[in-house]
């Protein structure tokens, strides 16, 4: 039998989690805040933004597999993942700067550019932050732990910086440009404090087994694996729905529901406190029920609260906040539950075929979320364009039923769509528990041969590892 797995200290996941401020400082207004900057502010037209958003993402998903091959073939005293996830720092530092501090008179060209950049660089942090999470732990239950902490960072990262544009009014700042441009700095400030204190504090396994290829072919063998196809699916439809509400969620509360852009603010606000609240409620209801069932329920919760959003009477703030709030505390569960998943996929996919693909396993979860992404704004910003919606034209209700149907009833079809796809699936504790113990078996009669392959008791190694000097 295998001895029990290190339980990683509050620190050095609350250190793990802590670039997740800046990065979810950057990705929410990626989806929310700049294209509808760059549509009413600097005057790019609804479908140039549409292509350029939509279409970068969808080029930054064929960047993944690459970079995510090349993290899990590298090996340097500085780790596996470490490594990329220093560079990646100074990427996303200098493309926030271009796309933050835009004037009026920027071309489509420069959108499509600093997008590209910007994207490569999320890519980057994005993929070696989660693989490195993935080998801190092999234990079922501390991954739902890991993730969770993950999660609340990226929601505590979003809270931050959602409240810049509402408290500048304060100080008597009330332009939309100084608002998306203090996001910009409070992303430049944070990120080299965050990531240093990574580094610094959170170890990394060594890897001692040599590198094996991993690129293209590698990455679309891995489609054939049925967890990961559930998973992928899954995801898509989990992350889909919320981004196409964060594409359309000022123009639903500005324009369907009559709320100037601070109150707006201020929802958003509210329904990322409530995601917050609603982390380690799941991660709770993970370990009592499992991970796959827990968000099976709160996809339920979710598709009924956001079909709710279309009762909230014309102005009237109070039943706005509660319902926003209640729509948040589902919205938590999906991000964090859907990775610690995949971490226990990337151990099948070691004992089935014998090489640790864990960086690619989340290139491929990065790309369902980056082509959810780009359909919020590639598909839907056109489609609202052709029924009519003029997001220039104040008390113009052209196209607005459209915004409401679009904003509620499609997010709430996906998640319930994903909550009865994900019940069904196979990995579970005990199946999992059954895997580490055939990999601890493995990885020691590699590790010394003339032990035996199935001693009785044996310390855990993890993916072949010795600990980081």
């Known amino acids: 039998m295998t001895a029990p797995a290190e339980r990683r200290s509050n620190w050095t996941l609350a250190a793990l989690a802590a670039p997740c401020l800046p990065l979810a400082g950057l990705g929410l207004p990626l989806v929310v805040y700049l294209p509808e900057f760059y549509a009413s502010e600097l005057g790019l037209s609804l479908a140039s933004v549409g292509a350029a958003f939509g279409a970068v993402r969808l080029l930054d998903v064929a960047f993944d597999p690459y970079i995510g091959g090349v993290m899990d073939r590298t090996r340097s005293r500085f780790g596996r993942f470490k490594l ?3 560079l990646s720092a100074p990427i996303l530092m200098l493309a926030t700067y271009m796309l933050f501090m835009a004037k009026p008179g920027v071309t489509g060209a420069y959108l499509w550019f600093w997008l590209l950049v910007v994207y490569a660089g999320v890519s980057m942090a994005g993929l070696s932050q989660l693989a490195w999470g993935a080998v801190l732990s092999p234990e079922y239950n501390q991954r739902s732990r890991i993730y969770a902490w993950w999660q609340a960072g990226n929601v505590v990262g979003m809270i931050l910086v959602l409240t810049l544009p509402a ?3 304060f100080i008597g700042v009330s332009a939309h440009a100084a608002g998306v441009a203090s996001m910009g700095w409070f992303i430049i400030a944070l990120m080299p404090l965050t990531v240093g204190w990574a580094l610094w ?3 990394e396994p060594a890897v001692t087994t040599p590198p094996k290829r991993a690129g293209f072919r590698e990455y679309f063998d891995l489609f054939k694996r049925p967890s990961v196809v559930r998973l992928l699916i899954t995801d898509f439809l989990v992350g889909t729905g919320p981004a196409i509400t964060g594409a359309l969620f000022f123009f639903f509360f500005e324009r369907v529901k009559g709320f100037d852009k601070g109150a707006a603010s201020l929802l958003l606000l509210i329904y990322f406190i409530g995601g917050l609240v609603g982390a380690p409620l799941w991660n709770w ?35 706005a906040a509660v319902l926003m709030f209640l729509i948040g505390v589902p919205y938590a569960a999906g991000a964090f539950l859907l ?18 693909r864990t960086a690619l396993l989340y290139a491929i979860l990065a790309g369902t979320v980056k082509i959810g992404s780009a359909l919020a704004v590639f598909v839907t910003f056109p489609a609202l364009q052709a029924l009519g919606f003029d997001p220039t034209a104040k008390g113009v209700d052209s196209g607005l039923d459209g915004v409401a149907i679009v904003f509620s009833a499609v997010p709430a079809a996906m998640a319930l769509a994903a909550s009865w796809l994900i019940m069904g699936f196979p990995l579970t504790s005990a199946r999992h528990a059954e895997i580490r113990e055939e990999l601890s078996r ?6 010394a041969p003339e032990m035996g392959s199935d001693p009785r008791f044996t310390e855990e190694i993890h993916a072949a590892v010795k600990p980081a000097e």
Request: aromatic share 6%.
């Open 167 to 169: 408290v500048l009014p």
């Open 285 to 319: 209801m993970a370990h009592k029920i499992g991970k796959h069932r827990a968000l099976a329920v709160s996809g339920l919760v979710y598709a009924a609260m956001t079909m709710c959003a279309l009762l909230i009477p014309m102005g009237n703030f109070v039943i």
């Open 84 to 86: 990329w996830f220093a």
């Open 339 to 356: 990775r610690a998943m995949m971490a226990d996929v990337s151990d099948q996919e070691r004992l089935q075929g014998g090489v640790d």
């Open 442 to 447: 493995r990885d020691l009669a590699e590790a």
């Open 201 to 203: 504090k959170v170890p």
